[in-house]
């Protein structure tokens, strides 16, 4: 079982749509959960932080987690072509730690 | 604020050569981590650097080795290059503290290593 499991896509969402990403973790002892958006060709960018079971909103972006089901999802509202690109879910490592493990990403296509 | 910087962009070498990439923190950050990226294997942590210390280590080989020096500024060397070490090597700085922990790490843009 991989440590952070996400589905490849490409997840394909009209303009100004909902996009629901998801990913689950295997450490139940993680703490911080993060979701990176990559477009090609370009390095990863941070776009969301959470720590809390539950929801957080940040612009058209909303990250969910459930520690009990390990599982961590984020929303994108009004979804827009400017968005299509991979969404790389990350996890921390156990403990106090500066390592993060990555999920293999989900790709997302926004069609005008 | 800027970025996290890395040099160089892009590297070719061949079989055997060793490599030196080098990666400044955004100022005040005081965590460094590296990862490597490929298509087939995704984003794999190599290690982390804290205080001019090694505080985590990923899974592999001892060809891969970094440092950091006491402005936070961190080098990774990859000596006896194969083929294999072709992939884009990315570095992340973090407001890592001693005692607690702020896990946001922001990356740089990468190097991206070719091994001929």
């Known amino acids: 079982q991989k440590e952070v499991e996400q589905n490849s896509g490409p997840l394909s969402v009209p303009e100004g749509a909902i996009a629901s990403l998801n990913c689950t973790y295997s450490d139940r002892v993680s703490q911080s959960f993060f979701w990176y958006r990559q477009y090609s060709g370009k390095s990863p960018e941070l776009i969301m932080s959470?720590?809390?079971?539950g929801d957080k909103e940040d612009g058209r972006f909303t990250a969910q987690l459930n520690k009990a089901s390990q599982y961590v999802s984020l929303l994108i509202r009004d979804s827009q072509p400017s968005d299509s690109a991979t969404y790389l879910c990350a996890v921390s490592g156990s403990g106090n730690t500066g390592k993060l493990i990555f999920g293999q990403g989900t790709t997302l296509q926004v069609k005008p | 604020k800027a970025g996290v910087t890395q040099t160089p962009r892009y590297l070719i070498k061949t079989r055997g050569q060793q490599v030196t990439l080098s990666c400044s923190p955004i100022?005040?950050?005081?965590?460094v981590s590296w990862y490597q990226q490929t298509p087939g294997q995704g984003l794999q942590f190599l290690f982390e650097y804290f205080s001019e210390t090694q505080r985590n280590k990923g899974n592999f080989p001892g060809r891969f080795s970094g440092r950091q020096f006491s402005n936070s500024r961190s080098e990774m060397n990859v000596s006896t290059l194969e083929l294999g070490d072709s992939a884009l090597y990315l570095c992340?700085?973090?407001?890592?503290?001693?005692?607690?922990?702020?896990?946001?790490?922001?990356f740089g843009p990468g190097t991206r290593l070719t091994v001929t």
């Open positions: 992340a700085s973090s407001l890592r503290t001693s005692g607690g922990a702020s896990y946001e790490q922001y």
């Open positions: 100022s005040g950050h005081r965590s």
């Open positions: 959470i720590y809390s079971n």
